[in-house]
């Protein structure tokens, strides 16, 4: 499986962007698809996941409220569609799938990684 992430870009304050992770080819029904970001001079954080299989989603504190992830099956694609953004939300965002069984988190094992996609946000 590879990951391609897409969709950064720069923008002002206020306003969104919708990222996309594309998943080449294979099932993902035994992962979870997780957001993280990584902004300079920061560790990468844990932004948003979702469980391929039921769609349960989770949220870091910090985007709860502004960021919506989703799935589209039949595509093998995961968004993050983030709206109200904040020039703290400015940073490298990657996504990546863990197997479904272990819990998110930047210290968790993940069997892929897609290439970052560089965020920007104006003020």
């Known amino acids: 499986v590879q990951l391609q992430a897409s969709g950064g870009g720069l923008v002002q304050a206020g306003g969104y962007l919708r990222l996309s992770c594309a998943a080449s080819?294979?099932?993902?029904?035994?992962?979870?698809m997780d957001w993280f970001r990584q902004a300079p001079g920061k560790e990468r954080e844990f932004v948003a996941s979702?469980?391929?299989?039921?769609?349960?989603?989770n949220y870091a504190d910090s985007v709860k409220g502004r960021f919506t992830i989703s799935r589209d099956i039949a595509k093998n694609t995961v968004y993050l569609q983030m709206n109200s953004l904040k020039p703290e939300d400015t940073a490298v965002y990657y996504c990546?799938?863990?197997?479904?069984?272990?819990?998110?988190?930047?210290?968790?094992?993940?069997?892929?990684w897609g290439h970052g996609t560089q965020v920007t946000v104006s003020s």
């Open positions: 990546a799938a863990r197997y479904r069984w272990v819990i998110a988190g930047p210290r968790s094992k993940y069997e892929y």
């Open positions: 080819a294979g099932t993902l029904s035994s992962y979870a």
């Open positions: 979702i469980n391929w299989i039921g769609g349960s989603t």
